[in-house]
């Protein structure tokens, strides 16, 4: 039964609605192998044993009476410990909200439970989705399923982990400058974030809000694409969500790539790229010219300040956003004789060292003095990055590249250097402050037999060619039928 595990959401789905499995028979099967390799992965910081069971007994119930199989009917899926749950608690991987129950669900976690899905628990990150390794949690490290001496990427670390080593059948991850996409690469699945906007962000524990997106990570693209179906749309409660029809995305499976014109920028391959990546991604490239894809190479000029822009504008929404965690409404609260102790107390002990780092210089660049010095330029900085993509694809339809500019590091390799850390998602983080959509599929391996990530980035809502493309690729290479061996 342990080999059900395995399942992608569509194949799961036809065993299902033939009769071949019962959703109690998959549920089962995902939390033993969860028992099994967990203890060792820590890919999870609340696994719902009890209430998954239970839900797929009323759902098989229901299938017996008559009950339609709908997209997600029995599907166990577990999303970031940052999506609101109601009754099960939702703690960010921070002290500050360790013990913190909602009374509501996300919107995305809602749409998820309408077509059936099951909750089978909730994964680890780094401590508000603030870093690019999970080794920022205030419970446990995450470990990669293909070498666990190394990372598996971050934040969403523990969602793209637990889909690599089969601990659901799919996931959900957050997306404020690479976080679903370079924890996908590293772990060999795959990641989309969609058009900021295209999801809702309600109920969803905020980072940088003009950044964040929601998005899935899965064992293949038309996992990809069923999932985007569901959560994708117009939220009435997230004013920043668009109101724009969504498209079937399965639809684009299968349509080849044929005349396709893929833009190649010459920035992404430079002397920081890892040796064994570039190979493996350039290899990739010839594969989708093979596939009937035109390859042009095309310049982004303002990538050189990506970094230093995202660096600025993030740290500066997550002071905003985080200053609501006061000891005073919820969450952690440590006692004191007066109000102002009280807030530095449970500031101090609830946030780890990151997530201080950030609000620090978040409130350094919004103070008097230092606003139109760095935040104002830093905006500026933006638009010009923004530019130089919507500039680009007035001649290309997509554009390709590595996901990150090396393979999963070690753990603690880069624990004490903040800024090399921060160097690692230079690839990722201008799609986020263009708001644009984008894919990491796996594309191969690197040194050390490590997973590679081949990066996909579309036109704004254009998701439709992202995954067109992605599936193109995918149907024509055997990396997404590997799995890593861990018994």
């Given at each position: 039964m342990s080999e059900l595990a395995r399942l992608t959401i569509h194949e799961a789905n036809q065993k299902i609605k033939s009769g071949t499995i019962s959703v109690t028979e998959l549920t089962q099967a995902v939390l033993n192998k969860i028992d099994q390799l967990d203890p060792r992965l820590g890919c999870y910081i609340t696994v719902c044993r009890e209430q998954a069971l239970c839900r797929a007994r009323e759902i098989d119930n229901q299938i017996a009476k008559g009950s339609p199989v709908k997209t997600l009917t029995g599907i166990p899926i577990a999303p970031k410990d940052i999506y609101l749950t109601r009754g099960i608690?939702?703690?960010?991987?921070?002290?500050?909200?360790?013990?913190?129950?909602?009374?509501?669900?996300?919107?995305?976690?809602?749409?998820?439970?309408?077509?059936?899905?099951?909750?089978?628990?909730?994964?680890?990150?780094?401590?508000?989705?603030?870093?690019?390794?999970?080794?920022?949690?205030?419970?446990?490290?995450?470990?990669?399923?293909?070498?666990?001496?190394?990372?598996?990427?971050?934040?969403?670390?523990?969602?793209?982990?637990?889909?690599?080593?089969?601990?659901?059948?799919?996931?959900?991850?957050?997306?404020?400058?690479?976080?679903?996409?370079?924890?996908?690469?590293?772990?060999?699945?795959?990641?989309?974030?969609?058009?900021?906007?295209?999801?809702?962000?309600?109920?969803?524990?905020?980072?940088?809000?003009s950044l964040d997106q929601m998005g899935p990570i899965t064992k293949d693209v038309e996992d990809a694409a069923i999932m985007l179906n569901t959560i994708a749309g117009k939220d009435s409660k997230d004013s920043t969500s668009i109101d724009r029809p969504v498209p079937d995305y399965t639809l684009s499976l299968g349509r080849g790539i044929q005349g396709l014109k893929i833009g190649i920028p010459r920035e992404f391959f430079d002397s920081a790229i890892n040796a064994d990546v570039r190979t493996t991604v350039e290899t990739a490239m010839?594969?989708?010219?093979?596939?009937?894809?035109?390859?042009?190479?095309?310049?982004?000029?303002?990538?050189?300040?990506?970094?230093?822009?995202?660096?600025?504008?993030?740290?500066?929404?997550?002071?905003?956003?985080?200053?609501?965690?006061?000891?005073?409404?919820?969450?952690?609260?440590?006692?004191?004789?007066?109000l102002h102790d009280m807030y530095t107390q449970?500031?101090?002990?609830?946030?780890?060292?990151?997530?201080?780092?950030?609000?620090?210089?978040?409130?350094?660049?919004?103070?008097?003095?230092?606003?139109?010095?760095?935040?104002?330029?830093?905006?500026?900085?933006?638009?010009?990055?923004?530019?130089?993509?919507?500039?680009?694809?007035?001649?290309v339809d997509i554009i390709a590249g590595p996901v990150a500019p090396t393979t999963a590091f070690k753990l603690g390799e880069m624990t004490n250097d903040p800024l090399k850390m921060y160097l690692s998602d230079i690839l990722t983080l201008a799609v986020n402050l263009s708001g644009l959509p984008a894919m990491s599929i796996p594309c191969g391996f690197g040194d050390h037999n490590l997973p590679v990530g081949l990066q996909l980035i579309g036109k704004p809502f254009d998701e439709e060619t992202l995954i067109r493309t992605a599936h193109a690729y995918e149907q024509s290479t055997e990396w997404h039928r590997i799995s890593p061996e861990l018994g």
């Open positions: 608690r939702t703690t960010c991987a921070s002290n500050i909200l360790r013990d913190f129950v909602p009374t509501y669900n996300a919107t995305v976690i809602d749409r998820l439970l309408e077509q059936g899905a099951i909750l089978i628990g909730k994964t680890n990150l780094d401590e508000f989705a603030m870093g690019s390794s999970t080794e920022n949690s205030c419970f446990h490290c995450t470990k990669n399923p293909w070498d666990l001496s190394r990372v598996p990427g971050g934040s969403s670390g523990g969602s793209a982990a637990a889909v690599s080593a089969h601990l659901c059948i799919a996931s959900t991850g957050t997306d404020t400058g690479g976080s679903i996409r370079q924890p996908a690469a590293h772990c060999s699945v795959v990641g989309l974030k969609p058009t900021y906007g295209r999801v809702s962000r309600y109920g969803t524990v905020a980072y940088a809000s010839r594969q989708l010219e093979a596939l009937g894809a035109k390859i042009i190479e095309i310049t982004l000029p303002h990538t050189k300040y990506v970094v230093a822009t995202y660096y600025i504008i993030a740290p500066a929404e997550a002071s905003a956003n985080l200053a609501r965690y006061d000891g005073v409404r919820f969450g952690l609260r440590k006692k004191s004789a007066d449970t500031k101090s002990h609830g946030f780890g060292a990151e997530v201080q780092r950030r609000i620090l210089a978040g409130t350094y660049v919004l103070s008097s003095g230092y606003y139109d010095a760095y935040y104002i330029s830093a905006q500026k900085a933006r638009t010009l990055i923004r530019n130089d993509y919507l500039a680009a694809f007035d001649t």
